[in-house]
């Protein structure tokens, strides 16, 4: 099984291809959330973030998307952007250009008939652009959008201490945050471990003095 092992080469991968990874002119921290939404994750991810007054990112998956719509409306009620992650949870070198662009088009319909509203931002699963998928996602009019720090929350062998102090290291304006609210495609319950992390994340962003902002 796939799952998160490749996720270490992901911030390699993005360079040749010129993909942001921070957004420069951002005045402050980007939080995003991929691979739900989850009927327990997400709930949990929310409920954080309204206690700190907080706003994120959720790179929702079109098959998960499918079958609880309820959970993307939240999303967006509580202000919160909705993006992209495709429908399925495949990794795109896999997949020819036919099928990544049937898969495109199911995930923005999903997201359509959820929230009657178009992603405006796509995240391939794995971090991982085949040329054909980038073209059809640009063709789309998705904005990519990868990531500078990570909590590596979706490790089985991981504490949620570990997982804030990963993705707060160094941290600075203009810094995208990948972690996840769904324990679909990596260890079961890592969910958990994000929802715990999730406080000492945001507080370490107020400490800092970095608000969570969304791309414009």
């Known amino acids: ?9 992901l911030p390699a991968a993005a360079r040749p ?3 942001p990874q921070r957004l420069v002119r951002a005045e402050g921290v980007v939080v995003t959330f991929d691979d739900g939404p989850h009927p327990e994750g997400t709930p949990a991810i929310l409920e954080a973030l309204a206690r700190a007054g907080a706003r994120a990112m959720f790179f929702v998956v079109g098959e998960q998307v499918t079958r609880r719509p309820e959970l993307l409306r939240a999303i967006e009620a509580a202000g ?4 992209l992650h495709g429908y399925s949870h495949r990794l795109q070198l896999r997949m020819s250009g036919a099928q990544l662009r049937d898969d495109l088009s199911k995930g923005i319909a999903a997201v359509q008939d959820a929230i009657g509203d178009t992603p405006r931002h796509h995240r391939p699963p794995y971090g991982i652009y085949a040329p054909a998928g980038l073209q059809a996602a640009r063709d789309a009019k998705l904005q990519p959008l990868l990531w500078s720090r990570w909590g590596k929350d979706w490790r089985r062998f991981t504490t949620p201490e570990r997982i804030a102090a990963r993705a707060t290291r160094d941290i600075a304006q203009g810094d995208v945050i990948l972690l996840h609210d ?19 994340i945001l507080e370490t962003l ?5 608000d969570t902002v969304l791309p414009a």
Do not use: N
């Not at 099984?1 to 080469?9: E, K, T, Y």
């Not at 919160?80 to 993006?83: L, N, T």
């Not at 107020?206 to 970095?210: D, G, H, P």
């Open 1 to 9: 099984m796939i799952r998160h092992l490749l996720a270490p080469v």
């Open 206 to 210: 107020k400490q800092r003095e970095l």
């Open 17 to 19: 291809l010129l993909l």
């Open 80 to 83: 919160h952007r909705v993006a």
């Open 182 to 200: 769904a324990d679909f495609y990596s260890a079961r319950d890592s969910h958990r471990r994000t929802a715990q992390a999730l406080p000492g």
